[in-house]
């Protein structure tokens, strides 16, 4: 039976199941999962700030040319157990998660799902070199929650050229 833990994740969660054995060399596999054409351009983000992109793959979930189901199957079954997974989804309890997570439950597949993601994240888990635990990911979380900023510009204020923008 598994046993889920829930992360804050912004306005979502991570469900965390980990099961995998230790001392075995874990590959990271990625999936962005998201409605439309958000997961792309995550994946174009990306590249065009770390080159990356392997093992990442996306699902742009109800667009004309996606068969989300079919798609979520393809990747699944290029998982196995010691496989680190990080699935980002856009909208936590939103129908892609929803699947998403009904999918890893079924097949009991250790995975880690970040809801309600943002760019700062995704860059952390990508960029990170080492199997991450429960207590990196939790801090990973922390960390880019503080990352969503609100500015107002209320007032026009021209900018010297000569001035430095910050």
Known sequence: ???????????????????????????????????????????????????????????????????????????????????QIFVFTDLFGGSVNQKITKTFLEKEIAVTILSGFNLPILLEIVLATKELTKDDIQELVNKCQQELKMTILDEVHVVNEEEDFF
């Open 1 to 83: 039976m598994i046993k889920p833990m829930f992360l804050k994740v912004g306005t979502g969660i991570a469900y965390i199941k980990v099961n995998r054995k230790k001392g075995i060399n874990h590959m990271k596999k990625i999936l962005i999962a998201t409605h439309g054409h958000l997961a792309s351009g995550f994946l174009s983000s990306i590249q065009l700030l770390t080159g990356q992109v392997q093992e990442i793959t996306v699902i742009n979930a109800y667009v004309d040319e996606c068969d989300f189901e079919q798609e979520l199957n393809v990747f699944v079954n290029q998982v196995n157990e010691q496989d």
